[in-house]
């Protein structure tokens, strides 16, 4: 299977996942598993997220932070760079920056990225595990979080259908971003394709607007 195959697939799973149950279980986390996940991930793209691995810059008894082995690193380790966008995001928000919404999720999909950065290496071993046919659960579960994480951070307070609409357009926003950073595309690159999508889903939302405005309404 090719890599632009795989990548369909990994779409397709993660787009599946999040209509089958957008708000998965929360992760647990504590200071003791967060030092440890930010120890295997400095040296994740040359070892790989292994137990191994893990063990050999987080102690002897590392692994029993994380019983579930592999799996339960790679969510773990998504949880806690969604947490850390969170922070980052918010603090904008009550510094007075970020006044739209659309800016707030721009602003927390590119906070999430720049967590990463040093990580590069490690998140390319990690999406190949996450690439994998056996793996679609898994990464569906951590997409899920991570735009729940997102849209959080951007305090959008919709509910219903809406709620679940908007993340289902974000996931189709999220996605390519992400794996442009990751193919090692140039921040000026991945922001114009950030920007492109958010612009895509703007116009979408005003066509549906007008589509169904009320007969005899006239936009002020």
Known sequence: MSGRDRILQFAAGAGYG????????????????DQALKALAAVAGEKGWTLAALKEVAGADADLLFPNGRTELLEAWADLVDREMTERVLLAIDEGE?????QKVRR???????????YRAA???????????????????ILARTVNAI?????????????????????GIYVP??????????????????????ARTRR??????RLFRPKGLRPA
């Open 18 to 33: 999040l209509l089958q149950g957008m708000t998965p279980p929360s992760i647990e986390h504590s200071v003791e598993r």
């Open 108 to 118: 927390a999909v590119l906070e999430r990225l720049d967590i990463l950065e040093p």
């Open 177 to 198: 971003t992400f794996l442009a950073w990751l193919g090692g595309a140039d921040r000026g690159k991945v922001e114009q394709i950030l920007d492109a999508g958010l």
């Open 151 to 171: 849209w959080d951070a951007s305090e959008d307070m919709s509910g219903g259908v809406t709620w679940a609409t908007k993340r289902i357009s974000l996931t």
């Open 98 to 102: 970020c006044p739209r919404l659309s």
């Open 123 to 141: 998140e390319r071993r990690a999406a190949t595990m996450l690439l994998s046919p056996c793996a679609g659960k898994t990464s569906a579960r």
């Open 204 to 209: 979408l939302g005003e066509l549906k607007q």
